[in-house]
């Protein structure tokens, strides 16, 4: 079976959920899982991987597996450093897997992973500078900058729902206060609608009976309902999110200055009643408004299977690499060199190379230099696999 | 590999230098900035530039200057201080010159300053913020400069860090640079003396001044190193703002070096351990994270010249 026709699975470990999928090249998901997520052992959450795995591999055949979780992965994407709502502190996820399974194994942040299949068939197609803000109950994110996803120095880059948007604002669960998330995200939309539904207000009446009288009841959902139903209340709950959206979109925008955000997640459901006015609170706040290119805000297309489709495609790509090209990072200069595993540059650059290849072609070492920069030392040791 | 030229366009000087591939400054020049004309301005820095060819062998030339630089590094698309508006700076001093150019933000040049010989060089994820009467910022991801879609990323000073905050000359309210700037020193400073405090008193006195309205910067840095509580703690506070802004923006860029530049960073230690503290304090899940280190910058005043020099000559080299 030629690699570029070959299937993988991708696995979204949330933390009550885990969803699995065999998924095409074109990002096609052809087969489905879902199970509970084990969340207090660590070798229970592995014991569920594997038994997925295993139950679609029976099914078709597959030649890696792509997990994204919700936590910190480090550097080198083979460990979940922390995890706030699983078990994981340090656990060497990728190895252990790799070797109950068999197969190459590929660990990514959720909201990494999601980015990725944004940019490889959703909303981000094209797009050489792009950001994407995945909104649910917290605020993921990710940097993609010429298609290569930004880790940072040690694999935690992007998060950023912990920026501070208000100096001693509302708890988070991060440890600090006034975090973004706790003013742009799902769990915000239900603080702040639950709150103003308990303070008794009249204009939160429809918004009640639909909780059947009791404001426990209320989700975000249901607000996005009412909103499109036209609730003048939930219209606004959107648009106090939005707002909040956009001052943070802003923020990212004087830092990181993108050509597109693409906002997914949950909270996204609720289209133009977030995004209108996420769009006008960007454009009041953004610096150098009017001297300045502004960068487009777009609606994710993906939906909630976004992770799973990105971390099967990065299984793809890391499969595909390891079989065709083996780089030693001993090749690089130690400034470009990455942690223990391969820099963002190196990806870059093989990707590239891949994506110029049709066939089985083993490429020449030197197609994997490009001008730039830093140079890559002694391309000669870039020794190229065939594939056995 | 050859010399090329460096040049830092501020408010008031322009400075020029000759630099070799190691980074160390040979020749150097300098004229007034005329702020109020376009085109005096760009006269000046071929000036300033010619002056340096005419004894010099270069390669390319590399401008830094504060303001939005294209994605192309040749055109200016707004200078707060300067009268640019869509100015082709790069084109222009070029043909003038005969000398490729290359117009880079002069906060990004210094960071790539500091990158490359400096505070940074041994690392590859870096964040170095130039603290002067604002705040510029430059980030370095994986040994490349972060230039963004536009060109105009890395405005780190217009973060916003305080809702309906205090005015800024971006047209916003509550930037970082109004709470973690030299400016924002003076204007507590002052606005402290104004209030009639005894310890702001004794401050001004340290100083040498008796009018609040002569305050400086320099002035509270030099009274904090001789002991002075009063202006130790406004550094502490300005400190403080600049640990939690970057707790932020680690978030962003995860980086592995935080360096600290610029005038206020004169406070050295003063700053920078209660930068390190807030920053400390405020990483999101702090504890289960490794962080990034803080130093001071290396280059100073030179590190916008060494930076524009080398950024134009590996441009240069690439092609």
Known sequence: MALTQALTIGIDIGGTKVAAGVVDPEGNILDRL?????????????????????????????????IGAAGFVDGTRSSVLFAPHLAWRHEPLRDAVERRLGLPVVVENDANAAAWSEWRFGGGQGESHLVCVTLGTGIGGAILNDGALQRGKFGIAGEFGHMQVVPGGHRCECGNR????????????????????LSGSPVAHNLLRRADGDPRNINGPMVTELAKDGDPVAVELLEDVGRWLGIGLANLAAALDPGTFVIGGGVSDAGELLLAPAREAFKRTLTGRGFRPEARIVRAVLGPEAGLVGAADLAREEATWLRRVRVKTSAVTAKTAARSGRSARLER???KTAGRRTGMRVPEPESLKEPTEFELKEPAELKGDTEA | MGLSIGIDVGGTKIAAGVVGADGKIGARSHRDTPATSVDETAQAIIDAAAELIAEHKVEAVGIGAAGFVSADRSTVLFAPNLAWRDEPLGERVGAALGVPVVVENDANAAAWGEFAFGAAKDVEHMVCLTVGTGIGGGVVIDGELLRGAHGVAAELGHMRVVPGGHRCGCGARGCWEQYASGSALVREGRALAESGSLAAAQMLSVCGITDSSELSGPMITKAAAAGDPCAVELLDDLGRWLGEGLASIATLFDPSTIVIGGGVSAAKQLLVKSAQVAFEKNLPA????????????ELGNDAGIIGAADLARRRESAR
């Open chain 1, 34 to 66: 879902r199970r509970d997520t084990p969340t207090k052992d660590p070798k229970e959450t592995e014991d569920a991987i594997a038994e997925t795995v295993r139950d679609l591999e029976s099914r078709h055949d597959v030649i890696a597996v792509g």
């Open chain 1, 178 to 197: 006034g975090c973004w998330e706790q003013y742009a995200s799902g769990n915000a939309l239900t603080r702040e609608a639950r709150e103003l539904a």
């Open chain 1, 349 to 351: 650059v093989a990707r």
């Open chain 2, 286 to 297: 702090r504890s289960n994270r490794p962080h990034p280190s803080f130093g001071l910058a």
